[in-house]
């Protein structure tokens, strides 16, 4: 079966980084995707991975290893309002979108 | 980017009532929208893809005579809840995909039903 995993909830410092992991388990890999979706909110797009390595887009990097299975979305200088759930979603060989079930991340002053 | 739109917000009813849900691609012509289902601190869960011009595909599970889908032009899908029960309260979300080589999705605002 297809499976992606993350941590359910972590917890962080105002001003701190934090790693949120993502390892996946998908019938064929055509990208992978982060998203953050803020209570009550939809999702909005973060990061698309599909090579092996680092994304840099301002504050959030993300990390693809696909001999892996492995994603990581980095959260630097983080502020309140990165209080949110972050989801990892993998296109598979149909080029269906699999999501993982969020991880819920709380950010405390 | 583009830019998907969800309409209602949010909607109660009675049960028993139906309910549509619009979605529209405000910039940008969709062939394909997603209709997505989320319960409270649960991921997304596909319902449906809807297909512009011909039948929606529908996820195992999800009942087809329940949730109408329309996808009537380029711009526009629809998602309908006939006979509403609260059991069917819960978050519903569409998206779209963007024209970039990722296919990223943008989503619609969400619409957070409610079945008295």
């Known amino acids: 079966g297809q499976n992606i995993d993350q941590p359910t909830e972590m917890t962080a410092t105002e001003g701190a980084i934090v790693q949120i992991n993502c390892t996946y388990q998908?019938?064929?890999?055509?990208?992978l995707f982060w998203y953050q979706q803020h209570a009550g909110e939809a999702p909005t797009f973060l990061s698309y991975n599909v090579l092996d390595g680092l994304e840099e887009k301002g504050r959030f990097s993300s990390f693809l290893s696909r001999s892996k299975g492995y994603s990581y979305l980095l959260l630097k200088e983080l502020q309140m309002k990165d209080s949110a759930s972050y989801l990892c979603a993998v296109k598979d060989s149909n080029y269906q979108l699999i999501w993982g079930a969020g991880t819920k991340l709380i950010i405390k002053p | 980017g583009a830019v998907v739109s969800q309409h209602p917000s949010w909607v109660i009813c009675k049960s028993g009532t139906s309910v549509k849900i619009e979605c529209r691609s405000l910039?940008?012509?969709?062939?394909?929208m997603f209709w997505y289902r989320q319960f409270p601190k649960q991921s997304l869960m596909l319902m449906a893809t809807?297909?512009?011009?011909?039948?929606?595909?529908?996820e195992q599970g999800v009942e087809k005579d329940k949730f109408l889908i329309n996808h009537a032009s380029l711009t526009l899908s629809t998602l309908t809840v006939t006979s509403a029960h609260p059991e069917d309260s819960s978050f519903y979300i569409c998206s779209a995909p963007g024209l970039g080589d990722s296919g990223e999705l943008f989503f619609g605002e969400g619409s957070r039903l409610t079945v008295l």
């Open positions: 910039d940008f012509q969709a062939t394909t």
């Open positions: 998908t019938s064929g890999f055509n990208g």
């Open positions: 809807s297909n512009e011009g011909s039948k929606a595909t529908y």
